[in-house]
Nanobody
Framework: QVPLVESGGGLVQPGGSLRLSCAAS????????MGWYRQTPGKQRELVAA???????NYADSVKGRFTISRDGAKKTVYLQMNRLKPEDTAAYYC????????????????????WGQGTQVTVSS
């Protein structure tokens, strides 16, 4: 059972907004910093936003100022509010434990890191 379920993707025009949601299992959500990743065909999955248990956020330069990551402890849900979307934001978006480098910050992956949800597709096009 994959304890991550992403939703909220879709087709949006450039300049539009979307809000992604990720329902996470309690054990993952309460222990770790969580992150949103994105992947396009032929490219590696990249971490674009992260949030710690304490609420500290971190973003890739490509989305800084446009995307906002947040978490709801009661609902065990992580959100990604995406504003002023660009065609280059088109990708499959996944949430998971934050792992690897995002800017200068390194997020240590847990020992069992590697299980992914189905992701949600975001397409930005006119």
């Amino acid at each position: 059972q994959v304890p991550l379920v992403e939703s909220g993707g879709g087709l949006v025009q450039p300049g539009g907004s979307l809000r992604l949601s990720c329902a996470a299992s309690g054990s993952i959500f309460s222990i770790n910093a969580m992150g949103w990743y994105r992947q396009t065909p032929g490219k590696q999955r990249e971490l674009v936003a992260a949030i710690t248990n304490g609420g500290d956020t971190n973003y890739a330069d490509s989305v800084k100022g446009r995307f906002t990551i947040s978490r709801d402890g009661a609902k065990k849900t992580v959100y990604l509010q995406m504003n002023r979307l660009k065609p280059e934001d088109t990708a499959a978006y996944y949430c998971n434990v934050a792992a690897g480098y995002l800017g200068r910050t390194y997020y240590q992956p847990p020992r069992d890191f590697g299980s992914w949800g189905q992701g949600t597709q975001v397409t930005v096009s006119s």
